[in-house]
């Protein structure tokens, strides 16, 4: 599902427009079916790209019933003769935390492998990998397409070397709080620019320490989406430090453990021998890392960062919209989806991720005490996350199961 998909935009609407409605019935309370013209939000990836004002999150508007289910071409094979009332759908609010490897080695070329590291690898090497990687992010953070995402940021192998600490403690705070941008731009760019190659790569222990402060955070700000981003120019090691022994394995297991609290990493390596952090982006739910070993590095971190952006904003976590009245009955929702070809897709609940199969479709709630998100397995993602798809919800009708449509 992490695989990297067309650049996307921050203007979240379920990924795509307004699904399979257009319907010209009048809403009932004298307004234009805001469902009836759904062209609102289609343009390259499915996302208006050009537009940055979206508060994302906030509720989708009202809806009006569709009276029918064959609408925009795309029949709806489950709510045949129920009548419900449609919304669009929006994705979560995201929050990225960048967990910044600031060791020693970054101050050595990006053609450079080692350890032994060469005497060129330093503060004063013109070629450190460190400053392209700071000008790609300067850019990123920059870029309006990454306007309304909230981005903090901590660091790892700040400590000198032989005296790097592995407690996950000492990487649970933020030197940038999460902010949302472009307001916190500026903020994250000097700290970046401020930071020099210093110290030893204690991975697992800056991945755990980054865990614990978006859940820390993310109890704070309910309704986020929150990932991290591990910035990294290797293999996990501190042989110089007594008693800190980091290692992929470690890193691994620290990573599938905060995907199982619902936070996925993604990884951006640059330098050589690169390829074991594919088992940590794995781990933690993002399939492969983005690998810079070469050419223009600076723009290939930008390409991969912008990927990154793209795949981590993929709404395939959604909330439900407020009904026009009343409280959500969670026996009655539904979800419309029309495939790029304006094929409808026959949606169904599931009980879990684990009840999720190979077959798209599937969705399920996730754990949220009085109030859940939709979240869309990971075939069914796969397709809204199509250009040229489509989804809604629809409110009011009896919530189908696979056993409704066999």
């Known amino acids: 599902m992490a695989l990297l ?197 204690p991975t697992d222990s800056a991945i755990q320490g980054a865990c614990t402060y978006l859940q820390s955070w993310r109890d704070d700000n309910p309704g986020y989406k929150t990932v991290i981003l591990l910035v990294t120019d290797g293999v996990p090691e501190a042989p110089s430090s007594q008693g800190c022994n980091p290692s992929i394995e470690a890193a691994e297991d620290v990573t599938g453990s905060c995907r199982d609290e619902g936070i996925d990493t993604y990884v951006l390596g640059v330098g050589q021998a690169l390829d074991n952090l594919n088992r940590i982006a794995d781990a933690g739910g993002t399939d492969q890392a983005h690998l810079v070993e070469g050419g223009d590095v600076s723009q290939a971190v930008l390409e991969a960062l912008n990927a990154i952006r793209a795949d981590a904003t993929i709404p395939c976590t959604l909330p439900i919209p407020n009904p026009d009245s009343g409280q959500i009955d969670y026996n009655s929702v539904n979800i419309g989806i029309c495939d790029s070809a304006e094929n409808s897709l026959t949606t169904f609940y599931v009980d879990n991720a684990d009840a999720c199969t190979n077959e798209p479709g599937g969705w399920y709630y996730t754990d949220g005490g009085s109030t859940r998100d939709i979240q869309l397995c990971d075939a069914t993602c796969d397709i809204v996350s199509s250009a040229g798809a489509k989804l809604h919800f629809t409110l009011g009708c009896q919530t189908i199961t696979p056993e409704d449509i066999e």
Do not use: H
């Open 5 to 201: 998909r067309t650049f996307i935009g921050i203007s979240i609407a379920a990924g795509i427009a307004i699904a399979c409605s257009s319907s010209t019935e009048d809403p009932g309370d004298g307004e234009e079916n805001p469902l009836g013209n759904s062209d609102a939000f289609q343009t390259n990836g499915g996302i208006d790209q050009g537009s940055t004002s979206s508060a994302l999150g906030s509720s989708s508007g009202s809806g009006g019933p569709t009276g029918g289910s064959n609408v925009d071409g795309c029949a709806d094979p489950n709510l045949a003769g129920c009548v419900g009332s449609n919304y669009e759908g929006e994705g979560l609010p995201l929050a990225i935390y960048i967990m910044f490897d600031q060791s020693a080695s970054m101050g050595c070329a990006i053609e450079a492998s080692g350890p032994p590291w060469p005497r060129d690898c330093g503060v004063e090497n013109p070629n450190a990998r460190i400053t392209p990687v700071r000008e790609a992010v300067e850019s990123f953070l920059n870029d309006r397409a990454s306007a309304g995402i909230s981005v903090g940021v901590g660091y790892f192998g700040y400590m000198p070397i032989g005296e790097t600490s592995c407690n996950a403690a000492d990487y649970s705070q933020a030197a940038v709080q999460i902010g949302r941008l472009p307001d916190n731009a500026d903020t994250l760019i000097a700290s970046i620019n401020a930071v020099q190659p210093t110290g030893e790569t």
